[in-house]
């Protein structure tokens, strides 16, 4: 959201303007929901599909390397699906329809259909939410993301839940990426710069929607989009702050996801794995009380953890690190210099909080496993199936009492199989999954005395290529 009402207005004035009344003055005379189809008028029919997948946004526009992974993801990399775009309001020039123009040129695309909806009302408009329950994802276009905050409780909040619950997956860009997360800054209030809510954490330009939209493994977070280049950081810490300081985030810890825009985007699979495209993104964690949060005063609160995403990069959002990042700390609303790098105060040996292992061939057998015992946990294990009939083995050790579980992303290049070998070569657990593209994942407890010795075994079912697995080993 762009838009800022003037500071000098009346506190009288304030109070009126509730979420309803801007909308209304940002659209007075209210147009009918408007809709325009692209592709297919039959919607695609199938049992089930392979997500969630989300794709976050640091601007408005799509970011094709994420929407078309989500869509290869939720599909299976098999047939096609249909996909629905919200907008609250109409392009000012150009295309009617940019994001599906973009959409459509996907291959895997059956339809994509936009939805211009201006008023909280249009959240129950039967056609559009028949469309938004036909469709496997759900794309916020930029532009204002109170309007959005104004469907909370309507229909078509349960339709956007319904999408991603059916393995289909939602995203968006800009305010459509505020609105993705669990506590939304819905700026319905107007917009605030990052000295203003540094300033004051409880400015009256800054509030909040919570019980929207809640993902699997995206909790207590809060997304921020711009965010580099309008230096957002600082606003971030604020709403963290103010998060930890009214309980909006359960177990007194939140977490902000700031992407950067010029292509910036953060892809989440469904097993809470992220990987950053195009420019970088943030991960900030507030995981005590501030020690000076209040109205009218401003903020003090020491030790930020600060990770830092750059394009490759990955984050844990299941299983979140506890070290690879940096510390800033804001003092009587006073910023630390360098935001946005810092040498990371405890090395995990990747931004993604844990080491990367990749596949060695020849690796077909235990006797040239390749060897995993010495990474630090979270560890991520890569490699390709490059033949019908390829094999990786990894090496690992675990100690009496442990639990490793392992969590595969399998490309839609191959169907490829998991297997936990005892140091025999004897199967102890599997995972088995049937389809190209679909994940595997797997876990053991070591209940017997001492540490013993085990190996991860990736073998190809069907089809091959150079397309990289990521098996996710944690321990607990």
Not at 375 to 381: G, T
């Amino acid at each position: 959201m762009t838009h800022r009402p003037l500071r000098s207005c009346s506190a009288a004035a304030v109070v009126l303007t509730a979420m309803a009344s801007v909308l209304t003055a940002q659209q007075p005379a209210h147009a009918a929901a408007d809709r325009i189809r692209l592709g297919n008028t039959a919607d695609v029919s199938r049992g089930a599909w392979n997500g969630p997948a989300f794709t976050m946004n640091g601007a408005g526009g799509v970011v094709t390397a994420t929407m078309t992974r989500a869509i290869d993801e939720i599909r299976g990399g098999t047939g096609t699906l249909d996909v629905v775009v919200l907008a609250g309001s109409a392009p000012t020039s150009g295309s009617r329809t940019p994001e599906c123009d973009t959409i459509t040129a996907s291959a895997g695309v059956n339809s994509c259909t936009t939805w211009t909806l201006t008023a909280a009302a249009d959240g129950n408009n039967s056609q559009v939410n028949t469309d938004v329950r036909n469709a496997e994802f759900v794309y916020f276009a930029g532009g204002d993301q109170c309007r959005y905050a104004a469907w909370k409780g309507t229909a078509l909040e349960a339709s956007v839940e319904s999408v991603v619950a059916k393995g289909g997956g939602s995203g968006g860009g800009s305010a459509g990426h505020h609105i993705n997360s669990p506590i939304v800054y819905d700026a319905c209030n107007g917009s605030v710069t990052s000295a203003e809510a540094l300033a004051n954490p409880y400015d009256r330009y800054i509030s909040f929607t919570t019980g929207m939209f809640a993902w699997a493994n995206y909790g207590s977070a809060i997304n921020d989009s711009h965010f580099v280049t309008r230096d957002r950081m600082g606003r971030t810490m604020s709403f963290l702050a103010r998060a930890v300081k009214d309980g909006l985030a359960p177990g007194g810890a939140a977490w902000g996801v700031g992407v950067e825009e010029g292509g910036g985007s953060l892809f989440l699979d469904r097993n809470g794995m992220a990987t950053q495209y195009g420019k970088d993104a943030y991960v900030v964690l507030a995981d005590h009380q501030p020690e000076q949060a209040v109205d009218r005063r401003p903020l003090t609160y020491s030790g930020f953890k600060i990770w830092r995403l750059t394009p490759g990069s990955t984050f844990d959002f299941k299983n979140r690190p506890t070290c690879g990042y940096y510390l800033r700390s804001v003092t009587n609303g006073i910023a630390d210099t360098n935001l946005y790098s810092g040498t990371p105060v405890s090395d995990c040996g990747g931004q993604d909080g844990g080491t990367v292992l990749a596949e060695s061939e020849p690796n077909d057998t235990r006797d040239t496993a390749d060897d995993a015992t010495s990474l630090v946990f979270p560890a991520s294990l890569t490699g390709g199936m490059r033949s019908s009939s390829d094999r990786d083995h990894f090496k690992l050790t675990v100690p009496a009492g442990q639990t490793v579980a392992v969590n595969c992303a399998v490309p839609s290049a191959y169907d490829a199989d998991l297997y936990w070998l005892d140091a025999n070569g004897s199967t102890l657990e599997r995972s088995v999954n049937g389809g190209a593209g679909t994940d595997e994942s797997l876990s053991f407890t070591r209940t017997a005395s001492g540490t013993g010795t085990y190996y991860l075994d990736m073998e190809a079912y069907s089809g091959s290529g150079s397309a990289s697995y990521d098996c996710r080993v944690t321990r607990s």
